[in-house]
């Protein structure tokens, strides 16, 4: 069926740098999210995105932490300055009603 | 807010053998859907199952739920365990904004 690209699956970055997580969404779906993964524990929602809009965000959604889709391009989440506590699996997710998700299969991010 | 639980990190079971994975939530909306997640390693998660329906069996790939919102459970169940269906498993609900995931549970079958 249709699928969620994440590029890159993998990313190493030194703390204090920015790095851009993106998300290939599946086409004609409307409703975007994130969700952050820390290795052993549960997944957590981020933020979903609608219209070009935020439209909720938990708390881990720091303000260092940014998300868009310039022109129905990428849907991408933007983490400056990145921080220690920033690693782990950032999943992508879209929708086209709003209920049912297609997930990504992650990307793994390692902030040293 | 909203939350799941999933009381068990991890349930071994031998293959041919029943499981049930537990879950129970917390929630202030009347209108929700809930589901349960599959992940394999280092795959995306996937639906495995959705209800919305009180006291509705819900059936997929073997496995089973109902969700009983007089005990605000919705467990997972499957009659016959096979090799394959190790992996991890999410119950999630949504109340029309995003799924809310409990802390997941590893199953793992053996031979």
């Known amino acids: 069926g249709p699928k969620v690209l994440q590029i890159p699956s993998h990313q190493i970055i030194d703390m204090g740098q920015m790095v851009t997580l993106n998300c290939d969404p599946v086409?004609?779906?409307?409703?975007f999210y994130w969700y952050k993964q820390i290795l052993g524990q549960q997944m957590e929602f981020l933020v979903n995105?609608?219209?070009?809009?935020?439209?909720?965000k938990s708390k881990l959604f720091k303000d260092q932490f940014s998300v868009e889709r310039p022109d129905g391009s990428y849907f991408t989440l933007k983490i400056q300055p990145t921080a220690l506590e920033d690693s782990a699996v950032y999943f992508c997710?879209?929708?086209?009603?709003?209920?049912?998700?297609?997930f990504g299969s992650g990307t793994r991010l390692l902030v040293i | 807010g909203d939350s799941v639980t999933q009381t068990e990190g991890l349930v071994t079971v031998t293959e041919g053998l029943p499981v049930k994975l537990n879950c129970t939530y917390q929630?202030?909306?009347?209108?929700?859907?809930f589901f349960w997640y599959v992940q394999y390693l280092n795959e995306a998660p996937q639906v495995l199952l959705k209800?919305?329906?009180?006291?509705k069996r819900t059936e997929h790939q073997g496995f089973h739920a109902t969700l009983h919102k007089s005990s605000s459970s919705f467990h997972l169940q499957k009659s016959s365990a096979q090799l394959s269906d190790s992996a991890l498993y999410y119950c999630a609900l949504n109340n029309n904004n995003a799924p809310r995931f409990g802390a997941g549970t590893k199953l793992s079958v053996k031979p």
């Open positions: 997710a879209s929708s086209w009603t709003g209920a049912d998700y297609t």
């Open positions: 995105f609608y219209n070009g809009k935020v439209m909720e």
């Open positions: 209800s919305s329906t009180d006291n």
């Open positions: 086409s004609n779906h409307l409703y």
């Open positions: 929630t202030t909306y009347l209108t929700i859907a």
